[in-house]
Structures are given as C-alpha cells and as structure tokens.
C-alpha cells in the first residue's frame, strides 16, 4: 500500500510537471505568434493570441505588456491603460513598459501624468538613454526648449550609443547660435542610424552647420584653454574653445565657399591640428573614428556619404559609380567598423540659446 502509494504521487507530481512544462512551451508558442501578427499589424489576432497566453501564464508580465502594447498600436488607449498601469508599480518593470505608458499617457493627452511618470521611470533607470529620449520629447510638447535640451543631453552623457538624443540634440542646436554642437552630435547620429529619413533631415544640417559656422567669424571666437587643463569627467572644460581655435584655422580654407573639396581639406587639417594640441586632454571617439578612416585611405570616400547627397546628388551618384570600388570598400569598412561613442568623453556645458523659433 506504501508502495503504490508513492508510485502514484509520483506520478502525479511527474504529470504535474509535465504538464507545466507543455503549458508554459504551448505559452511561449502562443506568444510567439501573437507577436508575428503584432509585428504586420494584425492587432486583432494579436491581442486574441496573447490573451489565450495569458489563460496559460496569466501572470506573465512580457505578455501583459505585449498585450497592452498591442491596444495601444491599435488605438484603444483605455484598454491599453488598464493594463499597463498596474505594470508600472510590478517589481518586473523594465525601461520598455515605462516608455509604452508614456506613449499611451501623451496620445492621451494625460501631460502632467505622462511628466510625472517619466521623472519617476528616470529615478529607477538613470542610466536609460531611450527615457531621456522620450522625456525630452514630453518636455518640448510643453515648449520647455532648455528642459528638453537637457534632458536628451543627459541621455547622451548617460547612455552615449543611444542615437535618438543625438538626433534630437542636433536638430535643437539647429535653431541656437551654437553649430558646433550640430556638427559634432549630427556626424555621430549619422553614423549610428545611417539610412533613415532622419539621416537625410541631419545630413543637411550638418551641411548648413559648416556654413554657419564660417560664415560668422564670431562663432569661431575662442578663449584658449589653460594648456594643462584636462577634461573633467562632465562638463566644457576647455573642449569648445579649443574646438573653435582649431576650426578657426582652418577658415583660409573656405574662400571659395563651403563645397565638399573645401570640407574633406578642413576637416583633414582639423585632425592633423587637433592631435597635436588637444587629443590628449579631449579624447573623443568621432575624432579616432574620422582618423581611422583617414589612415585607411577612405576619409573622401566618407565625406562623400556624410555631405555629396545634400550638397549635388547628382553629382554623389556620379563620383560612386566611378569610384564604385573605394566606395565599396568604405561601405564595408563602415559596417564592420562602426563608431561607438564612448562614455566618459562628454563635454557639454549645456548652455543653450534659442535664435529660431522656428521649432
């Protein structure tokens, strides 16, 4: 009787088990396939495939938030609400449900709900490059440009490979008295996401920022920096000043105008200067990247990619197809080479005067 006893709760437990494990794969299934209808966009069958997930695992957060999501991508931002809420107060809650709330409080209209939750999303995640992002897009709603400058710098000091601040950074900086920073924040967006409608909208204000940048000499008037100052781990420093001194060198240069032959001499002459004043105390990881490919022998090919579509596109598309082989050198260099900005080197003092209002 102890025998058979035992063998039977064996049994039961081995097919309780069993049965776990064939629920939780049928689970995964399911979510699997509510997830491929979510992804072409047919959020009905998602949102019925996630819920018969959920009747197998209904405490699974990833598919709550999914389902949530999906009501949100489909428009019923009530649905949507009531789901993902009480996700924000679970001890699962990760930087993506914190953004899929704020997107439903903002399509909602809840601002200062939307405001609150992102400053408490930001307490948990200080470190959130998609957060800073997504709050400084809630702060420019409200017209706060200052704020929301702030906000997608921090994210560029927090989380330096997340390109979406970069993106937002430089076109803010657009509408300041202050391209440097277009410059040097659109080149790295650039090369972060390279092929996107938004590459093209910073391609050419990386462009129009060369020319402001040489068509006001005062832009380039400088204090130099103590010359054994070295950088602090946030903050100027010295890094724009010195930056100033050494473009404005390079102003001869542009007599004829600012065209791709003058960009690819200046920025050459502006490496070659910088690593003998500044490199040291300025590390910065687009100046090593603009350098490696200087040594390659692929810096014109790069420039071609960074300006020639928004400066002639005819003309870009004439000089790759005759160039077809270094320009395919350049391409693959650049895939398998990808500049990966690194932390520690920010240099923003966050000052910020707007000069359009054209935002």
Known sequence: MHIRSSL???????????????????????????????????YSNAILVFNQALQLEPDNFET????????????????????????????????????????????????????????????????????YNDNGNLLMNFKMYDAALNSWLKGIEKDPTFPGNYYNATKTYSFSNNPMWCILYGEVFMNMESFTTRTAEIRNILLESYKRLFNDPSLLNSVLPDEGKKKGRSGDSGFSQAYKQTMGKQISVITGGVDLDALVMVRTRFLLDWDNSYASNYPDALFDFQRKMLKEGLFDAYNQWLFGPAINQAAYRGWTALHKQEYDTFSKYQRNNPLKPRPDEYYNDGKFSLVNAGY
């Open 64 to 131: 709550k938030k999914q389902l949530g999501y999906t009501f949100y991508l489909k428009g019923d931002l009530n649905r949507a609400k009531t789901i993902i809420e009480p996700l924000l107060n679970s001890k699962e809650a990760d930087v993506q449900v914190y953004q899929i709330a704020g997107n439903i409080y903002v399509s909602r209209e809840d601002w200062k709900v939307a405001q609150k939750m992102y400053e408490k999303a930001l307490r948990k995640f200080p470190e959130s490059g998609e957060l």
């Open 8 to 42: 039977l709760k064996t049994i039961f437990i081995a097919g309780v088990l069993f049965s776990q494990t064939v629920f939780g794969q049928d689970a995964r299934e399911l979510f699997n396939t509510a997830t491929g209808f979510q992804r072409t966009g047919d």
